[in-house]
């Protein structure tokens, strides 16, 4: 792409961040924007109009698969020889390159887990601690040093503000701890990742020598996600910089949901005074979700003080109209696993990959029950945030097996050798029909598969100055390459299955559908969110789990957490003035359509308890659950329309094809009893 092609990719907003070449600039980019989009033209622009050198450009993101989509993307646009990394990734090479003429030696090893330093420390003191608060203690000591917040003044800084004292231990002892945390670390030999980069930024400060080295090197910085620095990853910024001018952040206040780690969105929202004269984009056109997604999101996150302060940012969305945004109040929380299932049951079979849907809640522990659901389903899914898929036995495996395959390559297509390869290895066309261990070992060999394939349909470059769109075709040496670069970074390739995710996890992704689910008080907020800035988070939280769906969303919650119980729980106040009351709503066959059934002042509470009585005996002769008869909202929704066909008890939401052919007939007599 010529440099004019390059601006000619982009909308107006997009092309004024290509456009500011120079620093200062602040972008503040919308979920769904295209932030990574104009970024990463911005860098392909000013490299081919010759402002900067590529090996000068230092690109910071928070995840490492954002990491890699950023190379990725670059790579595309012809770009080499860009460092994009994450802070502590970009901090450690550097600091291994420096420690052995700064320190002298190797380098300390770097902590795995804090934990068993905690507990030593813990021991130390005479504190007595079980593993639930030593993992509390660890994540205090986290907060502590990425807010360059040292023992003597923790007190004072857990104070301000209003910080609640871990694991049940008062400041004075957690500030003994950090102390005594240090001197058992120090004992050890070793370092934690929050030292990795306070110790750099420490040697650039007070090293001449380093920090001629690190500027002249780099020149140009680029700081994706950058509502979520950290103090230390800013003080680290700063002597990168040096006192240039020569950066361009990204960011977003509404998505800041990283505070208990110490992120804040102080820095972005002040840039503007630390730099005066910066350039500001707003980037505010929404190319992910449909306009009825990005209407609850607008509506979602506009009474935030959060939103008041910045002045921004309204999405304005870019696609065509899509379905309804589905709500549903089951009965309990099994019945609301068993329901996702069934929908997600049925999206499938009208055509949506699995690996484009998406569950997601507040809490890890809520994943168990999709997990059953799924499964008894026979829907495939993968947990995000469990076993690392670099880590899996059969992915080492495979590529031990594929490396020794590209030292004595053939002219066999790549993608072709792939499958011949992967064969021996326990990879099929098709997929097996269990699922289990089998089915996920079979995933991980798909995923390199499609890996293959992907790379297979774009040309590699023969040289660094190539044109993105001549090259030479991929082989099995540069799938290997690649798959070493993504290990490294810790970059997976696409898993086929549904992703069960928590809503912190789902930062970055995206889906064609989105399951919220979960979303009563005490899940969402968090109980223990007891501050109006923790609780502004959350809501913050829940805003970006909605941006996450680019087509089909539903938000649910379970009235009871087990079947049978006491159906006391209340839907997220985050909600109000959003949650459709007392209405029944289904999708329409046409995108957008939504069919309400009458409010509540006309449900029959008669027919109502003749519903429920019924579905009593019906469970009792089946011995099964009352829930997996009709759930609740489907009766409510018979109740409150009373139909008379199958056409009209059709619109009830909750009542498929199946049920109607099982219980319609006796359902429309209970309703015709009634009348």
């Known amino acids: 792409?010529?440099?004019?092609?390059?601006?000619?990719?982009?909308?107006?907003?997009?092309?004024?961040?290509?456009?500011?070449?120079?620093?200062?600039?602040?972008?503040?980019?919308?979920?769904?924007?295209?932030?990574?989009?104009?970024?990463?033209?911005?860098?392909?622009?000013?490299?081919?109009?010759?402002?900067?050198?590529?090996?000068?450009?230092?690109?910071?993101?928070?995840?490492?698969?954002?990491?890699?989509?950023?190379?990725?993307?670059?790579?595309?646009?012809?770009?080499?020889?860009?460092?994009?990394?994450?802070?502590?990734?970009?901090?450690?090479?550097?600091?291994?390159?420096?420690?052995?003429?700064?320190?002298?030696?190797?380098p300390p090893r770097i902590l795995d887990h804090k934990a068993p330093v905690v507990a030593e420390a813990a021991a130390r003191l005479r504190l007595s601690v079980d593993r639930l608060s030593i993992r509390d203690l660890a994540a205090e000591i986290e907060w502590s040093k990425v807010s360059l917040v040292t023992a003597d003044d923790y007190v004072r800084a857990a104070t301000a503000t209003d910080r609640p004292p871990p694991a049940g231990f008062d400041r004075a002892a957690v500030a003994r701890l950090i102390a005594s945390y240090e001197e058992a670390k120090d004992a050890r030999g070793v370092i934690d990742f929050e030292d990795v980069l306070t110790i750099l930024g420490a040697m650039i400060e007070n090293r001449r020598d380093v920090a001629d080295a690190v500027r002249s090197q780099y020149r140009r910085f680029v700081v994706d996600e950058y509502q979520d620095v950290s103090p230390a990853q800013q003080y680290l910024l700063d002597q990168w910089l040096g006192g240039r001018t020569e950066l361009c952040v990204v960011g977003d206040p509404s998505q800041t949901i990283y505070s208990f780690t110490g992120?804040?969105?102080?820095?972005?929202?002040?840039?503007?005074?630390?730099?005066?004269?910066?350039?500001?984009?707003?980037?505010?056109?929404?190319?992910?979700?449909?306009?009825?997604?990005?209407?609850?999101?607008?509506?979602?996150?506009?009474?935030?003080?959060?939103?008041?302060?910045?002045?921004?940012?309204?999405?304005?969305?870019?696609?065509?109209?899509?379905?309804?945004?589905?709500?549903?109040?089951?009965?309990?929380?099994?019945?609301?696993?068993?329901?996702?299932?069934?929908?997600?049951?049925?999206?499938?079979?009208?055509?949506?990959?699995?690996r484009e849907i998406a569950v997601l809640y507040r809490t890890n522990a809520q994943s168990e029950a999709f997990e059953q659901a799924l499964a008894e389903a026979g829907i495939g899914y993968l947990v995000r945030g469990g076993e690392r898929f670099f880590g899996r036995k059969e992915v080492?495996?495979?590529?031990?097996?594929?490396?020794?395959?590209?030292?004595?390559?053939?002219?066999?297509?790549?993608?072709?050798?792939?499958?011949?390869?992967?064969?021996?290895?326990?990879?099929?066309?098709?997929?097996?029909?269990?699922?289990?261990?089998?089915?996920?070992?079979?995933?991980?060999?798909?995923?390199?598969?499609?890996?293959?394939?992907?790379?297979?349909?774009?040309?590699?470059?023969?040289?660094?100055?190539?044109?993105?769109?001549?090259?030479?075709?991929?082989?099995?040496?540069?799938?290997?390459?690649?798959l070493d670069e993504r290990a490294s970074a810790q970059h997976a390739p696409a898993v086929d299955g549904v992703t069960l995710a928590s809503l912190h996890a789902a930062k970055g992704l995206e889906w064609d559908a989105v399951f919220l689910a979960g979303l009563s008080e005490g899940l969402m907020p968090i109980s223990l969110a007891e501050t109006d800035a923790a609780v502004a988070e959350e809501r913050r939280l829940l805003y970006v789990g909605v941006t996450r769906a680019r087509e089909h969303l539903e938000l649910s919650f379970g009235r009871a957490r087990n079947p049978g119980g006491r159906a006391g729980r209340k839907r997220t106040r985050f909600l109000d003035g959003i949650w459709p009351e007392g209405e029944t709503r289904r999708r329409a066959g046409t995108a957008g359509r939504v069919t309400a059934a009458p409010s509540l002042d006309d449900l029959d509470p008669a027919l109502l308890e003749a519903l429920h009585e019924w579905r009593r005996q019906v469970a009792l002769a089946l011995d099964r659950p009352a829930w997996t008869v009709l759930v609740d909202a489907a009766l409510e929704g018979i109740a409150q329309l009373r139909p008379t066909t199958v056409a009209e008890l059709a619109r009830v939401r909750g009542i498929g094809p199946m049920k109607i052919n099982q219980y319609g007939p006796s359902l429309l007599a209970i309703v015709a009893g009634r009348r």
């Open 263 to 354: 992120a804040t969105p102080y820095h972005l929202l002040t840039f503007g005074q630390r730099h005066p004269g910066a350039t500001v984009v707003r980037l505010v056109r929404d190319y992910r979700s449909t306009p009825q997604v990005v209407a609850l999101a607008n509506r979602l996150i506009s009474g935030s003080r959060q939103r008041r302060q910045s002045g921004a940012l309204e999405l304005v969305a870019q696609r065509p109209t899509g379905p309804a945004v589905g709500y549903t109040a089951y009965d309990d929380d099994e019945a609301e696993a068993a329901g996702i299932a069934a929908r997600i049951a049925r999206l499938i079979a009208g055509g949506t990959s699995a």
């Open 1 to 106: 792409m010529s440099a004019d092609e390059l601006l000619e990719a982009l909308d107006p907003d997009q092309r004024a961040v290509a456009l500011a070449l120079t620093g200062p600039v602040c972008v503040l980019a919308g979920a769904g924007t295209g932030k990574t989009r104009a970024i990463t033209h911005r860098i392909a622009y000013g490299v081919q109009t010759g402002t900067y050198a590529p090996t000068s450009v230092l690109a910071v993101t928070f995840t490492a698969r954002a990491a890699g989509e950023m190379r990725t993307r670059l790579r595309e646009l012809g770009v080499v020889g860009v460092q994009a990394r994450t802070f502590h990734a970009a901090a450690l090479r550097q600091l291994s390159f420096f420690w052995p003429q700064v320190v002298g030696g190797a």
């Open 396 to 482: 080492r495996d495979a590529i031990v097996l594929l490396r020794g395959a590209a030292r004595s390559m053939n002219d066999e297509p790549m993608p072709t050798a792939v499958r011949d390869v992967l064969s021996s290895a326990g990879w099929s066309q098709e997929p097996p029909a269990a699922r289990g261990a089998v089915r996920e070992r079979w995933d991980s060999l798909q995923a390199l598969v499609a890996l293959a394939d992907d790379l297979a349909a774009r040309p590699v470059p023969d040289q660094v100055a190539s044109d993105v769109g001549s090259g030479r075709q991929a082989t099995l040496v540069d799938l290997v390459a690649e």
